[in-house]
């Protein structure tokens, strides 16, 4: 199964081995990984579980879907160009090694 | 084994855990202990209502491992709960007998359903929703059940009845007021929210009055006010009374919950709080106290309360928030609507898009969206920030075009 790293804001990172079928959010509820609030439980719902995918991997992870796109305009931080959704990008062995830094605020 | 008295939080759901996790996160290092009477690790409940329990073997909504507390040093206590509270002693006795001194006391002990108050309620059939043990019951029943009753149109029972649509039952929605949703949502934004359920399937009855269910041991008919409808599982959501039994016993000021002031703390006793369902308290957007059952209150007053224990006092004034998800139809709401206020209904920029601006003396105070969450974002942010809204702001742009065009000029200014 995957591995994805969390980059925190502190500084730190977060090393989390997904389970399989899971999106990025869960993984990184499920691994205790604080900054990633995911109010909704992962409806596409509240933009609280936005994270930067590391820009050497944004291509291979994808861009986000309509209603995603629009709901990134409304993030509590900044949008960038590697801005996602953590709910709506779905985990597989080839996104194992996925590095996403989380942001300063959800909220 | 140290007697240091720390945090205990009664209770064991999404504001218990909002409560312990931010303690720690903040770097609290005293005991905390929380007696959660299901045996579940605490978990989500907004999915038990909407999809989940379709998949009834997959249903995995704990919020957080058990390691989350082992390595945190949280002393969890599943199928445990408080019978008493010692104010004097500051101690708490549990059902299994155990004694627990606090500093700080935290009720976050959610609602419990309002009972179905007719003659067969007890039939075998007959469900109602609140924990992940009763969503696996329901989602069992569904794959048999031909006809669904739903007792109650708001939140949980449009959301059950279609979920069981999707399961390939027949369903009617029993509803007493004479419409959906009469608490959560506008007049205005309801009639094509039930345009759209009947459009679905669904079988709307409002102004409708259940008199029995009935049944020879298991339901098979719902006796109502026009008709007798059959029924071979009945759901009913009728809404939710707070469980703040024990803080009436213990002498707390207790008024449909438990009443606590700007900073949470009960106003009878401030080494105990309140969060969550069972809490009732002062927020800046209403006049005199409000109580709310939404997941947002639970994390944000959860996260309050933990940060205040742990040296950051503030007052709760989060901007409440609500969101619904029946069958293809994402609502949500954005803000506290009075009846009083002015809706005004704006059609998105898809045909399945709709949003309700409700005014109140010409400024937006309340926003509920249809299948838009850009649009709810939108207006979260500008109501989060107190921005002032005017009707005239609204006449042609959205929400979400207003704060784009507002965030590009702060960021040239």
């Known amino acids: 199964m995957p591995t994805v790293i969390f980059q925190l804001p502190d500084g730190t990172e977060r090393k989390v081995i997904a389970a399989s079928g899971t999106v990025l959010m869960q993984a990184a509820v499920s691994g205790g990984v604080e900054g990633i609030v995911a109010e909704c439980g992962g409806n596409a719902s509240c933009a609280t579980c936005h994270v930067y995918v590391d820009s050497a991997q944004a291509e291979l992870v994808g861009p986000p879907n309509d209603v995603e796109d629009e709901m990134l305009d409304f993030t509590a931080a900044e949008r960038r160009p590697t801005s996602r959704l953590s709910c709506q990008i779905h985990l597989s062995d080839a996104l194992d090694g996925l590095v996403v830094h989380v942001p300063e605020e959800q909220v | ?413």
């Open chain 2, 1 to 413: 084994m140290t007697s240091t008295a720390g945090v205990v939080v009664v209770g064991g759901g999404q504001a218990a855990f909002s409560v312990v996790s931010t303690l720690r996160a903040s770097g609290y290092d005293a005991p905390v202990t929380v007696f959660a009477a299901e045996p579940h690790l605490p978990y989500q409940r907004p999915p038990l209502s909407k999809a989940a329990h379709t998949e009834p073997d997959g249903l995995r909504v704990e919020l957080v491992p058990e390691s989350f507390y082992r390595e945190r040093n949280i002393d969890l206590r599943l199928g445990d709960h408080v019978v008493a509270l010692d104010t004097a002693a500051a101690t708490v006795v549990s059902r299994t007998g155990a004694r627990v001194p606090y500093a700080h006391l935290v009720l976050a002990t959610g609602a419990r359903n309002r009972p179905l108050p007719v003659p067969g309620a007890e039939l075998d059939g007959v469900h109602a929703l609140r924990s992940v043990d009763d969503a696996l019951t329901i989602g069992r029943a569904l794959t048999t059940a031909r006809d669904v009753v739903v007792v109650g149109g708001g939140f949980i029972g449009l959301e059950l009845a279609r979920v069981a649509l999707t399961r390939g039952a027949r369903v009617t929605v029993v509803e007493l007021a004479d419409r959906l949703l009469s608490r959560a949502v506008s007049r205005e934004l309801e009639l094509p929210l039930r345009e759209r359920h009947e459009h679905a399937g669904v079988r709307v009855l409002t102004g409708t009055g259940v008199r029995a269910l009935e049944g020879p041991g298991r339901v098979e008919r719902v006796v109502t006010d026009r008709e007798v409808l059959p029924a071979d599982l009945v759901v009913y959501g009728i809404g939710a009374i707070p469980r703040d039994d024990l803080a009436r016993e213990a002498g707390l000021a207790v008024d449909d919950g438990v009443v606590v002031d700007e900073q949470l703390r009960s106003v009878t006793d401030s080494r105990i709080s309140a969060v969550g369902d069972c809490a009732r308290h002062p927020h800046p957007n209403v006049e005199g106290l409000v109580r709310l059952e939404s997941v947002q209150n639970a994390i944000d007053q959860g996260t309050l309360v933990g940060r205040r224990i742990a040296g950051s006092p503030a007052s709760y004034e989060s901007l409440p928030w609500f969101w619904s998800d029946q069958g293809d139809l994402k609502l949500q709401i954005a803000g506290l609507r009075s009846p009083s206020d002015e809706v005004r209904l704006v059609p998105g920029d898809s045909p399945e898009r709709l949003a309700g601006y409700a005014f109140r003396d010409g400024l937006l105070v309340a926003v509920e969206t249809l299948n838009w969450p850009a649009e709810h974002l939108a207006a979260r942010r500008l109501l989060e920030r107190r921005t002032p809204i005017l009707a005239g702001d609204l006449a042609g742009p959205t929400l979400g075009a207003l704060a784009r065009a507002r965030r590009a000029a702060e960021v040239r200014a």
